[in-house]
């Protein structure tokens, strides 16, 4: 990769503070499989900035890893899971949540977020044991398309769920970048009450890998340690994750990381806005969705790294820019510059 | 862990060249999902020390996730393994296999190996479609009791297996302590003829996390990838995968770990031999297996970590040390010594 | 039920030919898991009307498990399912596709009935790894909503699916009323020829129970018994389902009770637009769709049977009726009398 | 089959009191799905005989599928099932139990009975989240060896079950046989006391098709249909499987037909250890195993149909006879004549 790189927030290794705790701890013996002293540590970190002791957390790899251990564990075979229709789980995990014996029913939304209205319909379609039984709510925080849910939303979804007895799960892939955005309203102590479950995620936001699956739902935790095994996702060495959530969490770089993010994203965001140019929808956490000529898009690609979108129209599309904690405010401009350079034809 | 532990073979991290590694590349930008510069060296690199160019490599994060993404991807649903009763898969993988499916059919052996003559009584008891067809053997090498195959004994597994059309796959945790034994006869390259696929365990040999699935068997390595994703296995950041083995096969590194850890076996293996003590099956790669009274054990436990493996009589069990690339002769030392003082009664 | 129904093509018994054969055949010793007699020459009796000798035909008790085992055995774990959104598989069968580890992609269409150009999309946008891979096309003849395919259709669906590596499989439950519809120009032997794999109905056809699965493609027939018993569908006195399926095709039975349903529903049809009523899709096959004002809805739903199928506006819905052989010419005309009745305001 | 066959317990097709009523009620229009009026009498009626209102009965058409989805249906992923080596689901099922996730820990017994003592070992055995978790204990009664469990027996074992939080299920696909042999002091009620479910095999016991799955563990009935409609095992005309357990329950017919068939079996059993001949375990219920020197065996298969049970030694092995409601008194006699006739040298 010769070009500058804004294809996605895992382009490069980990904060250099994390490789520099995984040496100096390195040859210390520690237990296998999470039971580590990394990891105790780094629990109970995190269940301090929870704000309770009663979550059970669990570190695994990545994010289709936990979405996948975690939905099975708590469905019968005949419950399904409702997400919109952008959700990563439907689109991006190669049916992974279907390997498992589970249906999604998907709903169509525009901004990546489901509301209460959106979920009623499929309650009220699935009648009877001719069809599933929905069971859990999945979203993603930031979303797939950059939206992040307010304090109002989350509260009238989790709300909602708790009265039709729906199990409200949160992928927090994200997670960083959406409670960074300077649009949100909400902290980590308000997902173990909102939510039955999320994961904070560190594989976008500084870690080599790893994500902090959080159960806050008492009744969905027995046992969950057999799950993560039989999925093969109980590392022999869990200290690797346990050591990358306690440098995460012990001086708040995990909130440092997405704001960084964030700020990039929304200087990205501007510059581009200042050549006139649209947005699909307002840039609030660490992913940019111009809408540019596809002859502008052409050029753009010789010396930046990005995805396509969507076609808009026939002479347009929109592309997405992901920053991250470790992208350069350099090539931030370098952007901007390039698409200067572009629209002056030169 | 005050005392010092023989365990197991991933207590500590990764050899230190491999960290030094991941600082040098870090900040590189890569491509994700394992199809970085790093991933394609190492598997470059691995082709070139099994002499082909026709086996297909992925990278992994743990075992049971390796057993379970091949074995699930090549069998029909009706299809079913054949494995010693000791298998990993059979015994300490929560039932990975069955959750993707698939029965295992389980022999009874003395040293953990399998051999033509007890996978034909399995054949002969499965004729028809109310039961499974047997179709994959699973062997591990070195096994679960720490046992080897030499090479007339996978070569006629592996004839046998081709005539009868079943596919053998060989579990390769600890193949760095098969191949580097004394008594092994057995390089990679024959691997890769020998089998239709295998793993070479990075985890406990020096890597932090890793394996590395081979699949010589060119039939079944068709969209192999969605099989890795699909499980949850297909890391972000797949660069940390390429990095470890890439470090690991440079300079020989994973041989000589496995050799270190083999050398440190033996020589606790003939220390505590000297003594007069038993052991119940011979040391030939990293795993000691000593009989030795219980109120030795006793005694032994409250200075070195170490798992009591069988119970021989009312007076005796067997207990397993584990050595690794990251024990100290001064460990070994240490216990020899321990046990000394023990049988003084001091 | 004191009223008369037409909730379903499934609320009586057997045609009566049936239980005289199963009466006459009782006490013959025979073969069980359908190697049988009967089962033999059902199936070879089958063959001659498909005008094949090549195909593998299997019977199995329900429609739900003739879907979910044929599909389930011809995927790969990580292949999916196209199908409407309307189609039985998506709705109607609590997630069995899924179950067996399977997403479905769906499809939203008018009618039912899938073309090319609603496939085309779904293949465009599965690119890589990270998403499922669309094997199998899942249509059903007649649909769940009452249409039926022509000829040009299915002929055009099926050199799609070969061009584009895609299996093609149609849901008969209801072939007899599709292949005995005024409208239809399709035989039995286009099917062995069009598609990859379909089943015959019996259940909704005069049977007791009863779907005959014909596989044309000759790679996907190997082992299937086994995927039968797998999922406990082998049916230990598989003569039973023999018996019928030789009694339906012996003496064209099958196609007269097909076309006995479908000349009711035109019956049906024709009363209710004869006072004014619109229907929300032309009646072609045994299902009947007419739009009725909710008060004369409630008021016959008093003395018949039926579902309501949509909600069409605040004083309008839409109903469902069905007809079946078993349905009398008398209970149509007392349909249309009672429909007079309410009108009159009596 | 021109022979007189003893090769199993459904040859023929259903008792004909089941045939005379299925043409009585053929044409009354009922509920579709087990919701009609003669699955509610049935169901009612069972429970009168099981002395409790509290048992959840649900009728399906086969034992594989009965077994599969009731224990599919409370285990949790992880959660396996302990069984005898000979059990139906571990030997007969082509791996439907693994298929749907769960391994089964097997138990190598002499009768192909459960006891707490060989369950115990098991338990000690599962003591972390690296293996399965045991949770459902599986029994046959009769077993698939003819052997019967006592109630004192099954007490034992129900109370051990309940002790160690076990559920235990009893496979009755021959319970006629077993509630019905002389040796017998359990009766229905028992079984809806001591077990947390079994289900009532009608068809080795004169249904056509037919078992009824008694849940009796209340925590284990929720959303039960859910799991029968998603594995495809709900009948659309579920009328014919209560019409047949009606016949079955109404005159007693289910325990006489077991009676019938013990008897016979018993005449077999005494005809032919007349002759000097051993059985490998005495007959009591509706299989015989008698040892038989090779060339009797051979001379017997020319008339009459059996299985090769097991080789004794070179010279003998034991064979399998069963016997059924519809075994006539007339072919036992020709075969112990046979014996007789092969013995004498004719």
């Not at 520690?30 to 629990?43: P, S």
């Not at 269940?47 to 975690?70: E, M, Y």
């Not at 990205?268 to 840039?283: A, D, K, M, R, V």
Request: hydrophobic share 40%; charged share 20%.
């Amino acid at each position: 990769m010769t070009s500058i790189s804004f294809r996605n927030d895992y382009s490069e290794g980990a904060h250099p503070h994390i490789l520099e705790r995984l040496i100096q701890t390195n040859l210390q013996q520690e237990e296998g499989y999470g039971e580590d002293n990394f990891c105790i540590r780094a629990k109970n970190l995190i269940l301090q900035k929870l704000g309770t002791q009663k979550s059970d957390i669990h570190f695994v790899s990545g994010g289709t890893q936990a979405n996948l251990i975690f939905i099975s564990s708590v469905l019968k075979p005949y419950e399904s899971v409702i997400a919109c229709t952008t959700g990563h789980i439907v689109v991006h995990e190669t049916g992974a949540i279907e390997a498992t014996g589970h249906k999604i029913n998907t709903v169509q939304t525009n901004d990546g977020k489901l509301t209460p209205s959106d979920i009623q319909p499929v309650l009220d379609f699935h009648t009877d044991e001719h069809m599933v039984k929905p069971r859990l709510v999945y979203i993603s925080n930031s979303t797939e398309t950059g939206s992040i849910y307010s304090k109002v939303e989350l509260t009238a979804l989790s709300e909602f769920c708790r009265e039709k007895k729906l199990l409200l799960y949160m992928d927090g892939a994200r997670l960083a970048s959406a409670l960074t955005s300077k649009y949100n309203d909400l902290v980590l102590a308000d997902l173990a009450i909102l939510t039955d479950a999320f994961y904070i995620g560190g594989t976008k936001n500084g870690a080599l890998i790893g994500e902090a699956i959080v159960i806050n739902n008492q009744d969905l935790t027995k046992n969950f340690r057999y799950s993560i095994k039989q999925k093969g996702a109980l590392l022999a060495k869990g200290r690797i994750l346990g050591i990358q959530f306690l440098e995460l969490f012990e001086n708040e770089l995990f909130f440092e990381l997405g704001k960084k993010a964030n700020m990039l994203a929304e200087q990205l965001s501007e510059g581009i806005e200042n050549f006139g140019y649209q947005l699909i929808s307002p840039t609030v956490s660490n992913q940019v969705f111009p809408v540019l000529p596809n002859n502008v898009i052409e050029k753009l690609s010789q010396k930046f790294g990005f995805y396509i979108w969507s076609k808009i129209d026939e002479q347009h599309s929109s592309i997405r820019l992901v920053t991250s904690w470790a992208s350069k405010e350099e090539s931030v401009d370098l952007l901007i510059k390039e698409l200067q350079k572009i629209r002056s034809g030169k």
